[in-house]
């Protein structure tokens, strides 16, 4: 099946500070989501971005399809954008997100 | 428009009794995704259904696991004499077809003691 590698595994960063956190993925996708896991285990929907750039407030990510990556950029972090981002994917025809192992992000005042 | 809705949000279960998860989709949408979040093991797919169908189902465990989604009423996720390994969280996901962006439920945290 299609394998997602997402890196760096782990960020420490001081409040403010900007960050790229990148996603990997081994064949050709129709779908590619990042979510946000916050303190309280809820999976919140960052971007749906199977191609192209887009941007929402602090946050905005680009997939170049064609070399299979994505990444998403934190610009000011604060203290709550603190958890774990989740890349996920679906090849092809496929329905099912296959999700990479997350980055965890800890933001410190 | 309310989101995709899961209950209960926590379940606490002894080894041997059955654990009833229920999800219902946004409005409007009629395909449905469950998934598994174990301990140190990430996200991991276990069903897609469609109403009153299973489309695919490859990441179910043989046993004891069993999913439905009826013409009428929430999607159901039921686990059987359930195990300390099945203590985890399960996620539903929504959408309005394929390749569509799929938005995720709040979980259940199932606990087996």
């Known amino acids: 099946g299609i394998q997602v590698e997402q890196s760096p595994p782990d960020l420490i960063l001081q409040e403010g500070a900007n960050s790229t956190l990148r996603c990997n993925f081994s064949d050709s996708v129709n779908n590619l989501q990042w979510f946000h896991q916050n303190p309280w285990g809820q999976l919140i929907n960052l971007f749906y971005?199977?191609?192209g750039t887009k941007q929402n407030g602090r946050l905005s990510a680009t997939t170049v399809a064609t070399e299979r990556y994505s990444l998403l950029y934190i610009s000011s972090s604060q203290t709550t954008d603190s958890g774990v981002y989740f890349c996920?994917?679906?090849?092809?025809?496929?329905?099912?997100?296959?999700f990479g192992k997350g980055i965890t992000l800890s933001v410190r005042p | 428009n309310a989101g995709v809705m899961q209950n209960p949000r926590h379940l606490v279960r002894r080894r041997g009794q059955e654990a009833r998860l229920r999800c219902s989709p946004m409005k409007g949408h009629s395909h449905v995704y469950w998934y598994r979040q174990l301990p140190e093991e990430g996200l991991k797919f276990m069903v897609y259904l469609q109403k009153e169908n299973i489309i695919d189902e490859s990441g179910m465990p043989k046993e004891r696991f069993s999913a439905e989604f009826p013409k009428e009423g929430p999607s159901i996720l039921r686990i059987q004499q359930v195990v300390r390994g099945d203590s985890a969280a399960y996620f539903c996901a929504s959408s309005p077809g394929v390749g569509y962006e799929q938005y995720f439920g709040p979980g259940t945290r199932l606990t087996v003691t």
């Open positions: 996920a994917v679906t090849p092809g025809a496929n329905s099912k997100l296959t």
């Open positions: 971005i199977p191609s």
